[in-house]
């Protein structure tokens, strides 16, 4: 538990019964201040599971997406006084043994931590479960936005994330889209803030549906994508678009 600075578990859940005990008892949970579940109006008994575990839950009446679950729970942990927010998912898809390094990483100066898949070719294509024909399309994607949002970081279009205070006020996190978008939004709106943005290796386990979305769905997602990266080109020259507004 951090002396100095508050640091919060963000759990965004969506229909996630069948994995929440399994990957509560993986959560390093002594790192935290605080435990929080925020779920998106589940159908099935994720909010029952989290009460007997004892996690503090919050349930939308409505679902929100994806996004629009994100920045009601990031305003939440703000308003709470956190001052680093981890936010994994309790579906299992992310390994909890990133979480340490990746704080160690927001103590030694980084205000934005997100994970990289890629870290290893083999571990990705062998262990990883994610469907073969998403790995190279991923790989291509990864290497584009990189290059044109003139970053360091590797994988630019996955979901763990931590977050810092100093992060989400320098950004207009109120303008981001409420699907799987904002979270390449917010590393565009991180990298054109000229915040110190870093990674750390994550294991992943894709099963089911959570093997990844539909080609049609990854393919809207692409599109998108560049629909933020031509926006981020073009702050670059002044010429400014709503989401690279500061807030205020």
């Known amino acids: 538990m951090s002396k100095q600075r508050k640091i919060v578990a963000l759990l965004l859940a969506y229909n996630a019964a069948s994995t929440l005990e ?8 002594k790192l935290f201040d605080e435990i929080i ?8 008994n994720t909010v029952k599971i ?13 679902n929100l997406g994806y996004g629009g679950n994100l920045k009601k729970a990031l305003n939440f942990c703000l308003l709470g ?16 043994a990133s979480i340490q390094r990746a704080i160690r990483q927001i103590e030694s100066g980084a205000e934005l931590v997100t994970g990289n898949r890629f870290f290893s ?6 262990r990883s479960g994610m469907f073969k024909w998403k790995i190279l399309p991923i790989i291509a994607l990864n290497f584009i936005t990189k290059f044109l ?25 109120a303008a981001n ?12 709106q991180a990298q054109a803030a000229g915040c110190n943005i870093t990674e750390v290796p994550i294991e992943t386990t894709y099963t089911g549906k959570k093997r ?19 926006m981020f080109l073009l702050n670059r020259i002044g010429i400014q678009s709503k989401i690279f507004k500061a807030q205020g």
């Open 81 to 96: 006084g956190a001052d680093i927010i981890v936010d994994i998912h309790p579906d299992g898809e992310y390994s909890p």
């Open 22 to 29: 399994k990957f509560y008892k993986m959560l390093p949970t």
């Open 121 to 126: 070719y083999g571990y990705i294509y062998k």
């Open 177 to 188: 889209s409420n699907d799987y978008i904002f979270s390449f939004e917010i590393i565009a």
């Open 149 to 173: 949002l003139d970053t360091k970081i590797n994988d630019l279009h996955q979901g763990f994330r931590v977050y810092t205070k100093t992060l989400l006020q320098k950004i207009n996190l």
């Open 212 to 230: 990844g979305a539909s080609f049609m769905s990854s393919l809207s997602y692409i599109l998108q994508t560049f629909k933020i990266v031509f």
């Open 37 to 44: 579940l925020f779920d998106d109006a589940s159908s099935d």
């Open 50 to 62: 989290s009460n007997k575990l004892g996690i503090l839950t919050i349930r939308n009446k409505n």
